[in-house]
Nanobody
Framework: QVQLVESGGGFVQPGGSLRLSCLAP????????VGWFRQAPGKQRELVAS???????NYADSVRGRFTISRDNTKDTVYLQMNSLKPEDTAVYYC????????????WGRGTQVTVSS
């Protein structure tokens, strides 16, 4: 079973930035699209960004232009650079290999909390 380990969350004021990291030690990491999901209190977990190759990154409308996803296949790691953060970005962020906007291949990790507040 794959153990996904997210890190980099924290508390930030509106307009601030954070960079999330996720170690995803999957045997064929480089061949699969990997993404970041988030779950806000009382809401369904949803995909916000995914990437297979640098030219094939996709973003939810709510984060496009503010978030950038990247990956390092040599380290089995995916990153999410989050800029211009808004209070509505507050959520627990998870990485995984998406099957849809709401489902993923593996069990969920513990996630990393992002809180945006003044």
């Amino acid at each position: 079973q794959v153990q996904l380990v997210e890190s980099g969350g924290g508390f930030v004021q509106p307009g601030g930035s954070l960079r999330l990291s996720c170690l995803a030690p999957v045997r064929i990491f480089s061949r699969w699209s990997v993404g970041w999901f988030r779950q806000a209190p009382g809401k369904q977990r949803e995909l916000v960004a995914s990437i297979l190759t640098p030219d094939s990154a996709n973003y939810a409308d709510s984060v496009r232009g503010r978030f950038t996803i990247s990956r390092d296949n040599t380290k089995d790691t995916v990153y999410l650079q989050m800029n211009s953060l808004k209070p509505e970005d507050t959520a627990v962020y998870y990485c995984n290999f998406p099957l849809s906007d709401y489902e993923a291949r593996f069990d969920w990790g513990r996630g990393t909390q992002v809180t945006v507040s003044s």
